[in-house]
């Protein structure tokens, strides 16, 4: 059985950084590829980043390009998002994601609020 749990989340000023992790278990991690999306209150889900299996090579909005980095630990079955120089706009819900022949999965989500 899948299953993807983030934990990580919070309330930061702008500026600030977080870091997002993602655990993954049910398949074979370094297997697949993993991402995380947001979704903003009245906004629809977005792609915020994307790691190839095996961590090959990442993919990012535009919008976080420069500013938020996506790394894969295969020992610990874990995917992050290291967050740097938050800005208001970036709070939402994140959540991590993957495929697994063919079917999507979403852990629960984490809120990410960034305000002074």
């Known amino acids: 059985q899948v299953k993807l749990v983030e934990s990580g989340g919070g309330l930061v000023q702008p500026g600030g950084s977080l870091r997002l992790s993602c655990t993954a278990s049910?398949?074979?991690?370094?297997?697949?590829?993993m991402s995380w999306y947001r979704q903003a209150p009245g906004k629809e889900r977005e792609l915020v980043a994307l790691i190839t299996s095996a961590g090959g090579s990442t993919n990012y909005a535009d919008s976080v390009q420069g500013r938020f980095t996506i790394s894969g630990d295969n020992a610990k079955n874990t995917v992050y998002l290291q967050m740097n120089s938050l800005k208001p706009e970036d709070t939402a819900v994140y959540y991590c994601?993957?495929?697994?022949?063919?079917?999507?999965?979403w852990g629960q989500g984490t809120q990410v609020t960034v305000s002074s």
């Open positions: 994601n993957t495929v697994v022949f063919g079917r999507r999965y």
């Open positions: 049910g398949f074979t991690f370094s297997n697949y590829a």
